[in-house]
Antibody, heavy 118, light 108 residues
Framework: QLQLQESGPGLVKPSETLSLTCTVSGASITHSDYYWGWLRQSPGMGLEWIANIHYTAGTYYNPSLQSRVTISMDTSKKQFSLRLNSVTAADTAVYYC??????????WGQGIKVIVST | EIVLTQSPAILSVSPGETATLSCRASQIIASNLAWYQQRPGQAPRLLIYGASTRATGIPDRFSGSGSGTDYTLTISSLQSEDFALYYCQQYSIWPPYTFGQGTKLDMK
């Protein structure tokens, strides 16, 4: 059974880099049908898709965040990661990782709350 | 970027009745629309994709319809576990996927 688990710091200082990792268990991260993505949810912005990655087909980014975001994958560890640079209070949110199939977000992690504050 | 507008923001319905939730896109999205349910403290769960196809394990009291720019999620015979937040998502033109702002289904 597929499980996705987000990990990373729950508190990040303004102007620093937010780094999160999603560990996949119960499924192959190199399956050709799937993309792996990051989303976030905040009271002010609602649900926001950030980026996704396929192990051979590449990466896609939300244009509104593209200048600050990097998504990457480590297939040997069955993990994919998110880096968000120059964070501000507006980046405070619950961050989710998800498996995408046909552009549908079919499986989600439980989410990790990240607060940007001094 | 395609904007999705959901209505109403809050819908109050009694258990056993039918709820009808709407999602309107800022341009034609050709049924490239999904619906998600989010219960408090949980991640969203995929209910419907392709505007009308139920995801695996979703009860048949959930149904989706629509075309062009206007889409509907109908939940019949409402049960207590159905009272939650519902979001629509478009994947017709991406990146990015975009979501509606959500409809909260409240128990009357």
């Amino acid at each position: 059974q597929l499980q996705l688990q987000e990990s990373g710091p729950g508190l990040v200082k303004p102007s620093e880099t937010l780094s999160l990792t999603c560990t996949v268990s119960g499924a192959s991260i190199t399956h050709s049908d799937y993309y792996w993505g990051w989303l976030r949810q905040s009271p002010g912005m609602g649900l926001e898709w950030i980026a996704n990655i396929h192990y051979t087909a590449g990466t896609y980014y939300n244009p509104s965040l593209q200048s600050r975001v990097t998504i990457s994958m480590d297939t040997s560890k069955k993990q994919f990661s998110l880096r968000l640079n120059s964070v501000t209070a507006a980046d405070t949110a619950v961050y989710y990782c998800a498996r995408e199939y046909g552009a549908n977000l079919v499986s989600w992690g439980q989410g990790i709350k990240v607060i940007v504050s001094t | 970027e395609i904007v999705l507008t959901q209505s109403p923001a809050i819908l109050s319905v009694s258990p056993g009745e039918t709820a009808t939730l709407s999602c309107r896109a800022s341009q034609i999205i050709a049924s490239n629309l999904a619906w998600y349910q989010q219960r408090p403290g949980q991640a969203p769960r995929l209910l419907i994709y392709g505007a009308s196809t139920r995801a695996t394990g979703i009860p048949d009291r959930f149904s989706g319809s629509g075309s062009g720019t206007d889409y509907t999620l109908t939940i019949s015979s409402l049960q207590s576990e159905d009272f939650a937040l519902y979001y629509c998502q478009q994947y017709s033109i991406w990146p990015p996927y975009t979501f509606g702002q959500g409809t909260k289904l409240d128990m009357k």
